[in-house]
T-cell receptor, first 107, second 115 residues
Framework: AQRVTQPEKLLSVFKGAPVELKCNYS??????LFWYVQYSRQRLQLLLR??SRESIKGFTADLNKGETSFHLKKPFAQEEDSAMYYC?????????FGPGTRLSVLP | DTGVSQDPRHKITKRGQNVTFRCDPI?????LYWYRQTLGQGPEFLTY????????KSRLLSDRFSAERPKGSFSTLEIQRTEQGDSAMYLC?????????????FGNGTRLTVT
């Protein structure tokens, strides 16, 4: 079975500090990789996808096929970034979600 | 609001009862997914439709669960003889297939509590 690990359940940083949310996925071909985000009282929504190579809300994600990792990064965290973040590789016809990391950005 | 809508938002039922949830996807989306999410976990795949065809179903899914999408538009998820372990948030998502791996658009979910 395909597996996705996000080792930190909770990550707390101060406003303005860099942030990195880790994601590792089990190897099976070349899945397309996505990050989804859920802000408080909102529905789950797409943050970014690897193939588009866009930077969304200052976030970028680096794919490392050798380490099968897709870590999410932002150089300067903002309080409004506080949310749950899910890494989601696309396998076959299905997305497999990681357990999520709660990011808390402190003032 | 032209996003994915789910009904009801909350459902409380007694163990052994049947429940049915409804999902209305974004109108032009041909793919529809059902996920289940429990506290502290990410969404877990249940089943997937392309138009009216159910193309994939999780092997973890009990026979008590059934889903339909009769006209390729809205979908229903039924759970028969509910158990306390079925308590979870049930999420529906839709996407536009045929244009690469189109991202998912989620509904707000239906929270099921089995007492």
């Amino acid at each position: 079975a395909q597996r996705v690990t996000q080792p930190e359940k909770l990550l707390s940083v101060f406003k303005g500090a860099p942030v990195e949310l880790k994601c590792n996925y089990s190897y099976s071909g070349s899945p397309e990789l996505f990050w989804y985000v859920q802000y408080s009282r909102q529905r789950l929504q797409l943050l970014l996808r690897h193939i588009s190579r866009e930077s969304i809300k200052g976030f970028t994600a680096d794919l490392n096929k050798g380490e099968t990792s897709f870590h999410l990064k932002k150089p300067f965290a903002q309080e409004e970034d506080s949310a749950m973040y899910y890494c989601a590789p696309y396998y076959g016809q299905n997305f497999v979600f990681g357990p999520g990391t709660r990011l808390s950005v402190l003032p | 609001d032209t996003g994915v809508s789910q009904d009801p938002r909350h459902k409380i039922t007694k163990r052994g009862q049947n429940v049915t949830f409804r999902c209305d996807p974004i109108s032009e989306h041909n793919r529809l997914y059902w996920y289940r999410q429990t506290l502290g976990q990410g969404p877990e795949f249940l089943t997937y439709f392309q138009n009216e065809a159910q193309l994939e179903k999780s092997r973890l899914l009990s026979d008590r669960f059934s889903a339909e999408r009769p006209k390729g538009s809205f979908s229903t998820l039924e759970i028969q003889r509910t158990e306390q372990g079925d308590s979870a948030m049930y999420l529906c998502a839709s996407s536009l297939g045929g244009v690469g791996n189109s991202p998912l658009h989620f509904g707000n979910g239906t929270r099921l509590t089995v007492t």
